[in-house]
């Protein structure tokens, strides 16, 4: 069984060569056969051929793109790290084209670990957040001080 560290070690090295790097062809370095995706996104289970599909498409969309590792927390079979994603939008994401503006994000991995492989994840990001820095939802407008110091106007 591999210790605390030796997992949150693993999950860094996964997170520097698949999104730092870019290297979609390291899934099968770090990710189990049987990998469970938990995203909460519709559609059946992603396979890891759908997995490096997908990072291609960031990678298209954010070529500059990198994670940095804000915390990191281990028990039992299972490593959280919370981190902050920096790119710039430089090609087609979802539809929108790109728009050259330098986005921030941030997230949580909860990764469960087994024979020194990434076996399930759970992911969970500011999707809305990257949307309004995109311009493509806009931001709801907030309230003057007094209206917010006074709710019955």
Not at 55 to 60: A, D, K, Q, S, V
Request: glycine residues 8%.
């Amino acid at each position: 069984m591999a210790s605390l560290e030796e997992n949150k070690a693993l999950v860094r090295q996964a997170i520097g060569r698949l999104w730092n790097e870019g290297c979609p062809e390291a899934v099968d370095e770090f990710l189990a056969p049987a990998f469970i995706d938990h995203q909460p996104t519709p559609g059946p289970p992603q396979t890891l051929d759908d997995i490096k599909q997908e990072l291609r498409m960031y990678r298209t969309a954010f070529p500059d793109l990198h994670i940095t590792i804000e915390d990191q927390i281990a028990e039992g079979d299972r490593v959280v790290s919370r981190w902050t994603a920096r790119a710039t939008h430089r090609g087609p994401l979802w539809g929108v084209p790109a728009t050259g503006r330098s986005v921030a994000v941030m997230g949580v991995f909860i990764d469960r670990l087994a024979d020194g492989k990434i076996q399930e994840e759970w992911a969970h990001w500011d999707r809305l957040g990257l949307l309004q820095q995109l311009g493509v939802v806009k931001a709801p407008a907030t309230e003057s001080p007094a209206v917010q110091a006074n709710p019955a106007g």
